[in-house]
């Protein structure tokens, strides 16, 4: 069936060091989205990438959209203690695999730690 | 906006029991999902639905009910309480996005956590 993985599933880095994730899609995507969840929390929506090779910014933070739409990338520079928690990345459902509009198919995410 | 809101914030269950997980959202979204997380497995989807009045399966539906009367409600019911649903559970919702920008992002509540025992 269809699947998103993500990579690492753990991160450990200095305060200061950069960090990226790394998301791949069984299927060809029509958007990629990134949430975030602190610890304790619930996800929240980061960003959406639509378009082929798509790079977007959002301060320290860096999202790519691969070439085939089927896989995606979120770097961090510089990490900071409010960077941690967990990064999700997110796919429609492919209607192939029983999906219906609206569903989406979540990484399991990486979680990132920041040691001061 | 309260955007999407979830009751109880924790719940204690025994095995066998049966509760009501309930979940709102003021942001007359037409889609709304219930999710479960557990440690290593990501969020897996347990029902959906597309609008008041229909529901359908997720990757995980066995021993949850849900149903839409309304566009705002959403509850997720377990039936019999096991331990294997020990779980964080997070309902979310989307709007059809059609012309109004972003498409199918979700919106979560703030999460369920549920022990059985």
């Known amino acids: 069936g269809q699947q998103v993985m993500q990579i690492p599933q753990y991160q450990h880095v200095q305060e200061g060091e950069d960090f990226t994730t790394y998301c791949n899609s069984s299927t060809t995507l029509s958007n990629i989205q990134w949430y975030k969840q602190r610890p304790g929390g619930h996800p929240v929506f980061l960003i959406q990438l639509v378009k082929s090779g798509e790079v977007k910014k959002q301060k320290r933070l860096t999202f790519q959209f691969g070439e085939a739409k089927k896989n995606s990338s979120l770097h961090i520079t510089a990490t900071q203690t409010t960077d941690v928690g967990t990064y999700f990345c997110?796919?429609?459902?492919?209607?192939?695999?029983?999906?219906?509009?609206?569903?989406?198919?979540f990484g399991k995410g990486t979680k990132l730690s920041v040691k001061p | 906006n309260a955007g999407v809101t979830q009751t109880p914030k924790f719940q204690v269950l025994k095995t066998g029991q049966s509760m009501t997980l309930q979940c709102a959202q003021d942001?007359?979204?037409?889609?709304m999902s219930w999710y479960r997380q557990d440690p290593g497995m990501g969020l897996r989807l347990i029902h959906y639905?597309?609008?008041?009045?229909?529901?359908d399966q997720g990757e995980v539906p066995n021993g949850y009910n849900v149903s839409r009367s309304t566009t705002e409600d959403f509850p997720l019911r377990l039936l019999s309480a096991a331990p294997s649903q020990t779980s964080v559970y997070f309902c979310a919702s989307s709007y059809r996005g059609s012309g109004r920008g972003i498409k199918e992002t979700q919106y979560f509540g703030p999460g369920t956590r549920l022990l059985v025992l």
């Open positions: 942001m007359n979204h037409e889609y």
């Open positions: 997110a796919g429609p459902v492919s209607l192939l695999y029983g999906g219906s509009q609206g569903n989406l198919i």
């Open positions: 639905s597309v609008g008041a009045g229909i529901t």
